[in-house]
């Protein structure tokens, strides 16, 4: 396990954590929070990254997951990992301000969507093939062509409303 790799490897694929705790967070100190809690994962479970898939693709599936469950948890627990473990050249970068005011209103409808249809629209525009969804979400393609046509419908009525 090379700790230079790895951090090379967020850092080229960044982008997918910044999507996933924009998806998810409204707050800048949560975003933060997930962004380093999603690294945590990624590095506790680099040891185990087969090379099967892409990175990009085992990265999105780590920080999906860590997202969901997160959301999920009832109560806040405090807890502590030991910064010896953890690549500490890994910085949270902050988006444009402007681009954010632009994502603002896809990411305001995007939120009114449950975990799974948030994620299935994040792979969506992130020009994800229904495979590489599929391997991600462990959800087969024909659900997922499904949910994607249910999900865009739900989105139009989001924006009509608005």
């Known amino acids: 396990m090379n700790q ?27 975003k933060e929070d997930l962004f380093q809690e999603i690294v ?3 590095w506790k479970s680099y040891g ?7 990175f990009s693709t085992w990265m999105y599936r780590i920080a ?3 997202a969901i469950t997160s959301i999920r ?5 405090i807890r502590t990992v030991s910064t010896e473990v953890i690549p500490v050249e890994i910085q949270l970068e902050q988006y444009d301000k402007e681009k954010e005011a632009q994502l603002y209103q896809l990411y ?6 449950n975990e799974i249809e948030r994620s299935i629209v994040m792979l969506y525009l992130d020009d994800r093939s229904y495979d590489e969804m599929e391997e991600i979400l462990g959800i087969n393609q024909n659900n997922l062509r499904v949910k994607m046509n249910r999900i865009k419908d739900k989105l139009r009525k989001i924006t009509n409303n608005n």
């Open 64 to 66: 999906i997951n860590t």
């Open 48 to 54: 185990k990254f087969r090379g099967d898939a892409k």
């Open 108 to 113: 305001t409808a995007i939120k009114e969507l």
């Open 73 to 77: 948890k009832t109560s806040r627990t």
């Open 4 to 30: 230079n790799d790895f951090i090379a490897l967020i850092q080229e694929n960044r982008g997918i954590i910044h999507k996933v705790t924009h998806l998810y967070c409204t707050q800048e100190e949560d």
């Open 40 to 42: 945590i994962q990624l």
